[in-house]
């Protein structure tokens, strides 16, 4: 088996038709077919042995996916899983790559062996040496020997079943493992499996997770799923990968991040589809997302090779040289929201790794997809096996694991007060280091000075932007009552500009929130707002007969005449909903600011440039923006103050998160005894 995705390997094409049992019993009523019952598809091998990369021949199956959808326009999604029994591993085989899809329903079986024979192997594969019917049906079938089962093979071609099926898609497996799938009609590829010790590998309880697109509520993939099993062995890798990768000098370290910053560059267009059907963001956001993952893994490449590992101190004691050693933590456990995937990944991985740390990075079930298609980047770099693993899981059982495991020695985790919390619990108990970024209810001032229509279009980036699934959004408008009616007149007329679609549409400037419970959670906000009695200016819920209704999409909304008891005002909603109150005197709106249990981020604006400043010393924040809302630098701290969360991600107070700093003092008056040092102080 190969371990890197660059070398050669044999690969094989596997049909798979759905069967109904009664049709498996008919079929295969002389043989044993004990695995077969446990299939819903019978696989048909075509081996295939390219001397390309794999990534090339990614390529042509993205290529041919995308033609194959017009001769074949009945899609119908199915999330078959590869095997839900460990004896399904004969399916697989153990040495080859395999590629294998469903049929269509408006071709028989026979129809379809002349497809693959015509299109796949003349088409897509021209050029790679091809035998069939593969030896590999003998044992991957039902166990039985060569002969019979090209009796099978065979019996299938001269009388196919009946049954009629439906386009599914194409799946990448490296032996029995999935590790990826296309969609027949779109030409996306998308990673399947675990990424543990520099390879692919199933999740130990044969668990999957859907992947929905929200822009349109389906069903679009389904990926391993973690369980507590995986993360002990990804844990392991970990750990017996940070003795060489700490020993790496800062300059070695530095070119993989530099390497993987370069790939991921290369295949931008690649990552921002992704982000944007996973997550539900505009492509326009996704693309300065992608933009930022690689500046920060450049960032962090320039700055540990200018950290100096050991620096010598002073004027300490003239008998004494002393120095301070910066030295990494040892293995993270890195735990990542869903509302910036690949960015996320980035602000932890890359001073994580820089540091010389090992690490096991858990994504959000809900939008792993980048995650798993940087394990590929990190397999095309040479990344060291064990040093980046990737296990999508629910928190429940993988993160809490990896907040509990005895050999992580911190966890680093951005998301909401209430998960937090429980991270933070589980943590202490083995008294791990542990950062926190969490959520926020992030005020906007607005002083009657100000220049409104600035104010609007930054007030709108900082609500809006994301669909306000940013823990740093500025959701509380407090707004000078002399200016609060032309403000707010020209905030709606904006806001209610702003193009709603789906995230690739071009123009689409706010997209679906991320899934259906973060759907009726948001709009439980606005009836509660309703019914506390807040007047709603513009948004709200989409009619029942909306074109909106067909994903998870939540018009911009603004309420006025919010007061401090409002739940809209003073919990987090993480959603494109902006709460208005006004205010008399400068004391009085930095009380409202600062009356908030979150102190993540603040805005106030204002052509006064001595009271902004004034006013930024006393808010109760991690970040204050002065005539602007969200510009975020890597070069910057970034973290908040209350129940926000503690520690400081970015800048090199994010490596310094990885840093663990050691004290070394030597003596070196040999004329005087350590005795009588210590007495003659």
Not at 120 to 144: D, H, K, M
Not at 252 to 272: D, W
Not at 365 to 371: F, M
Request: proline share 6%.
């Amino acid at each position: 088996q190969s371990t890197g995705e660059n070398r050669a390997m044999s690969i094989s094409i596997v049909a798979l038709p759905r069967l109904s049992k009664p049709s498996w019993e008919t079929l295969f009523q002389n043989h044993n077919h004990s695995i077969l019952s446990l299939i819903p598809s019978l696989p048909l091998f075509f081996d295939i042995k390219p001397s390309v990369p794999l990534e090339d021949v990614v390529q042509k199956i993205q290529q041919f996916s995308t033609t194959y959808k017009p001769k074949h326009p009945s899609v119908k999604l199915n999330l078959e899983r590869s095997g839900k029994n460990d004896s399904d591993s004969a399916l697989y085989g153990s040495d080859s790559y395999l590629l294998f899809w469903k049929l269509a329903n408006e071709s028989p079986l026979v129809e379809l062996i002349s497809l693959i024979n015509q299109n796949i192997i003349n088409e897509l594969f021209s050029g790679f040496s091809v035998r069939q019917p593969s030896s590999l049906v003998a044992t991957s079938l039902a166990g039985e020997t060569e002969e019979e089962s090209k009796k099978i093979f065979n019996s299938l071609i001269q009388k196919p079943p009946s049954d009629e099926f439906e386009v599914d898609s194409l799946l990448i497996c490296a032996g029995k493992r999935i590790i990826a799938r296309s969609f027949l009609g779109t030409g996306r590829i998308f990673r399947f499996s675990l990424f543990i010790n520099g390879d692919w590998t199933h999740p130990r309880q044969l668990k999957t997770m859907p992947v929905i697109n929200p822009a349109t509520k389906e069903i679009i993939h389904s990926i391993s799923c973690a369980s507590d099993l995986d993360i002990d062995n990804a844990v392991y890798a970990a750990k017996q990968a940070f003795p060489l990768w700490s020993a790496k000098s800062a300059s070695e370290r530095a070119q993989y991040l530099l390497a993987i910053a370069n790939e991921i560059e290369s295949r931008k267009e690649q990552f921002v589809e992704i982000e944007v059907v996973d997550n539900g963001k505009p492509k326009g956001e996704a693309t300065e997302d992608v933009n930022d993952t690689i500046s920060c893994f450049r960032y962090y490449a320039k700055l540990v090779t200018e950290k100096e590992v050991e620096t010598k101190i002073e004027g300490v004691h003239k008998q004494f040289d002393c120095a301070v050693r910066r030295e990494p933590v040892g293995v993270c456990g890195l735990i990542i929201p869903w509302n910036y995937p690949i960015l996320m990944l980035a602000w932890k991985v890359a001073p994580c790794l820089a540091a010389g740390c090992t690490a096991i990075l858990k994504p959000s079930e809900l939008t792993s997809l980048s995650a798993l298609e940087f394990g590929g980047i990190c397999q095309r770099v040479g990344l060291p096996p064990g040093v980046l693993n990737i296990c999508p899981g629910y928190g429940p059982e993988a993160g809490d694991r990896l907040s509990t495991h005895p050999d992580v020695h911190k966890v680093a985790f951005t998301g909401s007060v209430a998960t937090g919390t429980k991270v933070l619990s589980a943590s202490a108990a083995s008294l791990k280091r542990c950062s926190l970024e969490l959520g926020g209810k992030s005020p906007i001032i607005v002083f009657a000075d100000a220049d409104l229509e600035q104010a609007v279009d930054w007030i709108t980036v900082g609500i809006f932007f994301n669909a306000g699934q940013v823990c740093s959004a500025t959701s509380r408008l407090i707004v000078h009552k002399n200016v609060k009616q032309q403000l707010l007149q020209r905030l709606v007329e904006v806001t209610q500009r702003i193009k709603i679609g789906e995230g690739l549409q071009p123009g689409t400037q706010l997209g679906p929130l991320v899934n259906e419970t973060q759907y009726n959670k948001v709009l439980d906000y606005i009836q509660k707002g309703i019914h506390r009695g807040a007047t709603l200016l513009t948004g709200g819920a989409p009619g029942v007969d909306s074109p909106l209704r067909r994903g998870y999409f939540v018009p911009p909304t603004i309420f006025d005449n919010v007061t401090p008891d409002m739940e809209i005002w003073r919990e987090e909603i993480f959603g494109p909903v902006l709460s208005v109150a006004s205010f008399t005197d400068t004391a009085e709106a930095i009380e409202m600011a600062n009356g908030t249990d979150y102190g993540l981020a603040a805005a106030v604006f204002s052509q006064d440039k001595k009271l902004c400043r004034e006013i930024a010393a006393k808010l109760n924040s991690g970040i204050v923006w002065i005539n602007c809302s969200q510009p975020t630098f890597v070069q910057l701290p970034w973290g908040g103050m209350k129940k926000s969360g503690f520690g400081r991600e970015l800048g090199p107070w994010g490596l310094d998160n990885y840093i663990e700093l050691k004290q070394i003092t030597e003596w070196y008056d040999s004329s005087s005894k350590g005795w009588e040092w210590f007495v003659g102080q």
